[in-house]
């Protein structure tokens, strides 16, 4: 056969037969491997597909976006603040603050950043954290 010729209806139909025998066959054995078809497994796939939640950054970008947003914050620049890469859209804070409150606005702030889903806020309060307290025993303390 040339490729300036065409096709004969018998042929037309020849191919079209096994092009629909083709895909009802492989519609058979997919089916046999990935399991039954039915409406409740197509809506949850549906589901699953609208619902897939905000993209989550990468654990090294998280903790860059939220320096950037921490040093954008006039009331938490020059703080000092070390923020650690835990893992993908999860960050952890670190270091010293003057209050509980520049505590709970950097936290706020680092979980303010698109693509960040938790932050783990491990900032110490100057002034609270640093007393020990009267039921700890002392580094001088020793017990026989």
């Known amino acids: 056969m040339r490729h300036d010729e065409e096709l004969s209806g018998g042929e037309v139909l020849l191919w079209a037969t ?3 025998g083709g895909g009802v066959l492989a519609a058979f054995a997919l089916s046999e491997w990935l399991g039954e078809v039915n409406p409740t497994r197509v809506r949850r796939a549906a589901d699953r597909l609208r619902d ?3 993209v989550r950054l990468t654990a090294s970008a998280a903790a860059r976006a939220v320096e950037v947003a921490l040093r954008a914050d006039p009331r938490l620049t020059g703080l000092g603040i070390e923020t ?3 893992s993908r859209g999860a960050v952890e804070l670190r ?3 003057a209050s509980r409150s520049l505590r ?3 936290g706020r702030t680092a979980l303010a950043v698109p693509g960040v889903a938790s932050v783990i806020n491990s900032l110490l309060v100057r002034g609270e954290d640093d007393r020990p307290s009267a ?3 002392r580094a ?3 017990s026989a």
């Open 140 to 142: 001088a303390d020793q």
């Open 104 to 106: 709970t606005a950097a």
């Open 135 to 137: 039921d700890q025993p």
């Open 52 to 54: 897939s939640g905000p």
């Open 95 to 97: 270091g010293w603050v």
């Open 84 to 86: 650690r890469a835990v």
């Open 18 to 20: 096994l092009g629909l």
